[in-house]
């Protein structure tokens, strides 16, 4: 069974940072692709980064690029997500999960899922 739980959410001003953090128990954490995704209330989940094992690849959603990184720590089983330029319509509960296939965009793809951690930007 694998455990995902995420931290470092919390209320910020427009133009502020976040560093989010997921926490994975297992030992398989190395051999797979980790992706961060957000939902807004009301709307589907949607895609925002993903990153390859090693983590030498990565890929972001348009909404993210130039704002966001994802990064990894595998000795610490760990996988981070750096938000900068916070905007108000980054507002929304963002989700570890755990890729079970390529590290896509598409939330199917995806076997396990942290319970999510909330960011709040204000204007």
């Known amino acids: 069974q694998v455990q995902l739980v995420e931290s470092g959410g919390g209320l910020v001003q427009a133009g502020g940072s976040l560093r989010l953090s997921c926490a994975a128990s297992g030992r398989t954490f190395s051999g797979y692709p980790m992706g961060w995704f957000r939902q807004h209330p009301g709307r589907e989940r949607e895609f925002v980064a993903a990153?390859?094992?090693?983590?030498?690849?990565?890929y972001y959603a348009e909404s993210a690029k130039g704002r966001f990184t994802i990064s990894r720590d595998n000795a610490k089983n760990t996988v981070y997500l750096q938000m900068n330029s916070l905007k108000p319509e980054d507002t929304a509960i963002y989700y570890c999960?755990?890729?079970?296939?390529?590290?896509?965009?598409?939330?199917?793809?995806?076997?396990?899922w942290g319970q999510g951690t909330q960011v709040t930007v204000s204007s």
């Open positions: 990153i390859s094992p090693s983590g030498g690849r990565t």
């Open positions: 999960a755990r890729s079970s296939y390529g590290g896509s965009s598409y939330p199917h793809e995806y076997d396990y």
